[in-house]
Nanobody, 124 residues
Framework: QVQLVESGGGLVQAGGSLRLSCAAS????????MAWFRQAPGNEREFVAA????????YYTDSVKGRFSISRDNAKNTMYLQMNSLKPEDTAVYYC?????????????????WGQGTQVTVSS
């Protein structure tokens, strides 16, 4: 059982930056593909970015390309999402997820474990 805990969310003005972290409890963290999803009020949970254990594959949804950067530190069992040039439409609860599917999927069913989420609010 993998436990995931997100942190780093908060309130930021448009154009600002935030860095989200996802700490995993599982010592075999490096075996899993990791991803970030987000869910805005009234919307479905949507894929944001994913990274394989070796960091050889990185995937981003089109709306965040060039602004967000996903990374992971397997030695620290931690994944990150650096978010720059934030926009009000980035406001959502951000979730991290872990799964064994390779290459990493872009739907909720591709991931087996989820964190509790962290709120990101971008003011205009």
């Amino acid at each position: 059982q993998v436990q995931l805990v997100e942190s780093g969310g908060g309130l930021v003005q448009a154009g600002g930056s935030l860095r989200l972290s996802c700490a995993a409890s599982e010592r075999t963290f490096s075996s899993y593909a990791m991803a970030w999803f987000r869910q805005a009020p009234g919307n479905e949970r949507e894929f944001v970015a994913a990274v394989t254990w070796s960091r050889s594959y990185l995937y981003y949804t089109d709306s965040v390309k060039g602004r967000f950067s996903i990374s992971r530190d397997n030695a620290k069992n931690t994944m990150y999402l650096q978010m720059n040039s934030l926009k009000p439409e980035d406001t959502a609860v951000y979730y991290c997820a872990a799964g064994l599917r390779l290459p990493p999927g872009k739907t909720r069913s591709d991931y087996d474990y989820w964190g509790q989420g962290t709120q990101v609010t971008v003011s205009s």
